[in-house]
């Protein structure tokens, strides 16, 4: 199933989605929004993406209290697909993204300009 839920994602996308379900878990939520996928990225991501946070200066306890503040329930836990709808468009657009650029498959900077491209997703705000 893992590889169904991941298809098209690298290993470490693919690290930073398992990382954003687990923490939404850990917090209750019922499912991962891209605030946890962003809050995944800053705490595991390395490269393009990570970079560009720090830089953009995003930090992990900014994120989380954001996070938090929206999932307050006793810790769960979640499947790797209890994914929220937008975590499910942003992946899609991740992928074509990647397709676009000629990429073999979607890595985490491809993550992070869907997740800004999208206003309408808990990230952006």
Do not use: I, W
């Amino acid at each position: 199933m893992l590889f169904h839920v991941y298809k098209g994602f690298s290993r470490s996308a693919a690290c930073t989605l398992r990382t954003a379900v687990a923490l939404a878990g850990q917090q209750g939520c019922s499912a991962a929004d891209t605030g946890h996928l962003l809050l995944a990225m800053v705490q595991t991501a390395r490269g393009p993406a990570a970079d560009f946070l720090r830089r953009k200066r995003v930090t992990e306890t900014a994120l989380r209290s954001c996070v938090h503040s929206r999932c307050t329930g006793q810790p769960r836990s979640l499947r790797k697909n209890d994914l929220a709808p937008e975590t499910r468009k942003t992946m899609e657009f991740a992928v074509l993204g990647a397709h676009a650029a000629s990429a073999a498959k979607a890595e985490n900077e491809h993550l992070l300009c869907a997740m800004l491209e999208d206003s309408s997703c808990t990230a952006s705000v």
